[in-house]
Nanobody, 120 residues
């Protein structure tokens, strides 16, 4: 089971990007999913979370600009990023709490990261 993140790239300030996170492999269910980011020299920080039921939470720095969503049937999550700022530049990582079978415990999984660069 893996998480595959995609959608990063170079964009000008004020532009938009949409990140995608795909769970590959067989799982029983995906519980919470999230996006984190890590800028050079900084610690990894939480950007947004979404529960299986669709409840969301955002870091204050992205609230109103970013939207997290998910498709439970496809085991995917997305991060729509609008009004991007140079300080949003970072490697973005997707995260998911996955249950591989009905009797297994829920375990954390991380994607490989996708680079978002916002130029001024």
């Amino acid at each position: 089971v893996q998480l595959q993140a995609s959608g990063g790239g170079l964009v000008q300030a004020g532009g938009s990007l949409r990140l995608s996170c795909q769970v590959s492999g067989s799982i029983f269910t995906a519980n919470a999913m999230a996006w984190y980011r890590q800028a050079p020299g900084n610690q990894r920080e939480l950007v947004a979370t979404i529960t299986r039921g669709g409840s969301t939470n955002y870091a204050g720095s992205v609230k109103g600009r970013f939207t997290i969503s998910r498709d439970n049937a496809k085991n995917t999550a997305h991060l729509q990023m609008n009004s991007l700022k140079p300080e949003d530049t970072a490697v973005y990582y997707c995260y998911a709490d996955l249950k591989r079978s009905m009797i297994s415990r829920t375990n954390p999984y991380w994607g490989q990261g996708t680079l978002v660069t916002v130029s001024s």
